[in-house]
């Protein structure tokens, strides 16, 4: 069996996150979610668990913290081309979330832009072409 992540992330409103990860390419896994939570599959396996913040609290004792407000994590996401990323983050964009929070990156071999998903945590789709890294 491959290794696997699961990136838990607090969420306000679990229809609204749910319609925002489908929109960038995820597919609800229906067997792990309900109304707590949306298991959404990213990959085989990348999968990002949605958790409502009341059940997200039942798992720390820690406050959750405003991703809008501080960042605790850069999520990179491998795309297979330019178009991709662009296509990512304009689906972003249109599905609620923030297009390009900081400004994308063209290092020649790489290509990387960002956004953030409606609760402010920050994704990178990113394109690298090894055959050209220096």
């Not at 820690?62 to 491998?78: F, N, Q, R, T």
Request: overall charge negative; some cysteine; charged content about 25%.
């Amino acid at each position: 069996m491959p290794k696997s992540i699961f990136i838990n992330l607090p969420v306000k409103d679990i229809k609204a996150a749910t319609a925002f990860y489908e929109g960038i390419g995820c597919v609800k896994n229906e067997q792990f979610s309900d109304e707590n939570a949306s298991s959404m599959v990213w990959s085989d396996t990348i999968t990002f668990q949605l958790l409502q913040h009341e059940y997200y609290k039942t798992f720390t004792t820690k406050p959750i913290a405003d991703a809008h407000a501080a960042s605790g994590m850069l999520i990179a996401l491998s795309r297979d081309s330019r178009e991709e990323v662009d296509q990512m983050v304009e689906a972003a964009g249109k599905g609620g979330g923030q297009k390009d929070v900081r400004e994308p990156q063209d290092l020649g071999f790489m290509y990387l832009r960002s956004f953030s998903d409606p609760d402010g945590h920050v994704f990178e789709p990113a394109y690298m072409d090894t055959s050209a890294a220096v």
